[in-house]
C-alpha cells in the first residue's frame, strides 16, 4: 500500500536537481531547503514549511528537477502525485494556466542564466495557445463593443391563433475581421466570464429598443415585442431593470415592448430571480423562462417563480410527431404553463404539421424556421415595404 506521508529526518534528501518529476509535496511540519548550483556554488532559493508546496513547479510543466529539495529538521509531507495536479489543470480556465505557464518559463530561464546555462527555447504549449487566444479574443471584443461591430438578428415568432407575426427574439452575431462568423456560443460564454457581459447586454438592449422603434415606425400595429436574454451576471449587476426601463421611455415606447429570457442553464438564486421578475412586472416588462425542459430544469422554477412565459426547448418539439415520448413532454409543459397562468412558445417548428400539432394543443405561439429564419432588421423592414401586413406563408 503506497505510503499516504512521507516522513524526513534532517538532511535526507527529498529530490535531487535532474530528477525527473512525478510528485510534489505539501508540507505538514518541519522545513525544506531548495538549493541549485550556480557557478560552482550552492545557492539557496528559498526556505520552505507547514502549508507550502515543494516541487510543484517540475510536476505542471513536465520538466527535470531545477533544484534539490533537503529537510533541515525532522518533516512530515504529503505527496501529491502528477494525476492529481493534472486533474486540477484540466479544470482550470485556460487563462490562468497560460499565464501559469508563462511564469513558469520565465521562473526557469532565470534560474538557467544564476546557473550560467541557456535558457531553453520551449515553443508555446497547447494550453498556453488557448489561453493567449481567449485573451485576443476578449480585446478584440471589447474593441467590437466600442466600435458597434455587433449586429442583432432577429427571428420572429408566430401568434398561433392569428397566424401573424406577434414579436421577435434578438440574437447578437459577430462577424469577426479576421476569423468571420464567430460562434455565439464562443464569444458570449467569453464575455459571462468576466464583467464584459454588461455591457455587451447593454448594447443589445439598445439595439432591440432602437429596432422596436424602428418597426413601429413602418407600421407595424400592434406594436411587436423583442425579447432579449440575459445572462446570470447581468441578473446579478445592481439596477438592471431601472435601466432597461429608462432605454424603454426614453425610446418613447409601450412598456410590453421589450421581453427578457432568463435560461434555465443557469443556477437560478431563486430570493433574487423573484425580486426582478416582480420589479418587471411593477414596469410592464414581461419575463421569459428560457429553455425550459432542460439544464437546470426542475418544477420548483415554477412553483416559486412567476415567469410570464415558458418556452419549449427543441429537442422536444422536433421530434414530437415521430415521438410519443417529446409529444407527451411538450403536451405536460403546455398544460404546467395553463396551470400557472404562463404563455407557451414552442421553438425548433419547421414543419407545417408541426404547427398544427401546437395549433390543436392550444400553444400561444411558434418559433422556428417554418415561421423565419434570423433576419437583419433592414431585411426585416424591406420585405415590410413589399408585403406591410404579413403573416406566414
Not at 1 to 19: A, I, N, T
Not at 289 to 298: A, K, R
Amino acid at each position: 500500500m503506497k505510503h499516504l506521508r512521507v516522513q524526513l529526518q534532517p538532511g535526507e534528501v527529498l529530490f535531487r536537481e535532474g530528477d525527473d518529476p512525478g510528485t510534489a509535496y505539501l508540507i505538514e511540519a518541519g522545513s525544506v531547503e531548495v538549493r541549485t548550483r550556480q557557478r560552482g556554488h550552492d545557492v539557496v532559493l528559498s526556505l520552505l514549511g507547514p502549508g507550502e508546496l515543494v516541487g510543484e513547479m517540475a510536476v505542471i510543466d513536465d520538466s527535470p528537477r531545477t533544484a534539490t529539495a533537503t529537510a533541515t529538521s525532522a518533516c512530515t509531507l504529503f505527496p501529491i502525485d502528477r494525476q492529481q495536479i493534472a486533474e486540477r489543470l484540466a479544470a482550470t480556465d485556460p487563462i490562468i494556466r497560460s499565464l501559469l505557464e508563462g511564469q513558469l518559463k520565465r521562473y526557469r530561464g532565470a534560474l538557467a542564466a544564476l546557473q550560467g546555462k541557456e535558457p531553453a527555447a520551449d515553443a508555446p504549449s497547447a494550453w498556453e495557445q488557448l489561453g493567449i487566444g481567449k485573451i485576443r479574443l476578449e480585446s478584440q471584443l471589447r474593441e467590437a463593443l466600442a466600435s458597434r461591430q455587433l449586429e442583432l438578428s432577429y427571428q420572429p415568432l408566430s401568434h398561433i391563433a392569428s397566424s401573424q407575426i406577434a414579436g421577435y427574439e434578438a440574437l447578437v452575431r459577430w462577424n469577426h475581421p479576421e476569423r468571420g462568423p464567430v460562434s455565439p456560443a464562443e464569444f458570449v460564454a467569453l464575455a459571462e466570464e468576466t464583467s464584459l457581459i454588461v455591457p455587451v447586454g447593454e448594447y443589445v438592449i439598445d439595439t432591440a429598443c432602437e429596432a422596436i422603434a424602428a418597426l413601429i415606425a413602418a407600421g407595424h400595429v400592434p406594436a411587436p415585442f423583442v425579447a432579449v436574454n440575459v445572462s446570470a451576471r447581468q441578473l446579478s449587476h445592481p439596477g438592471l431593470i431601472e435601466r432597461i426601463v429608462a432605454r424603454v421611455d426614453a425610446a418613447s415606447l409601450p412598456r410590453g415592448s421589450l421581453k427578457l429570457e432568463i435560461t434555465e442553464s443557469q443556477v437560478l438564486d431563486y430570493t433574487h430571480v423573484a425580486a426582478i421578475i416582480d420589479l418587471c412586472h411593477v414596469h410592464g416588462i414581461r419575463v421569459a423562462l428560457d429553455d425550459f425542459g432542460t439544464g437546470y430544469s426542475h418544477l420548483c422554477h415554477l412553483h416559486r417563480l412567476p415567469f410570464d412565459t415558458l418556452k419549449v426547448d427543441q429537442s422536444f418539439s422536433r421530434h414530437m410527431l415521430e415521438d410519443k415520448r417529446s409529444m407527451a413532454i411538450v403536451e405536460t409543459i403546455v398544460q404546467l404553463g395553463r396551470a400557472v397562468s404562463a404563455e407557451i412558445v414552442v421553438e425548433g417548428i419547421e414543419s407545417q404539421a408541426q404547427l398544427e400539432a401546437l395549433r390543436r394543443l392550444g400553444c400561444d405561439y411558434a418559433q422556428g424556421y417554418l415561421v423565419g429564419r434570423p433576419r437583419s432588421l433592414d431585411q426585416i423592414l424591406a420585405v415590410d415595404r413589399d408585403r406591410p401586413a404579413q403573416g406566414l406563408v
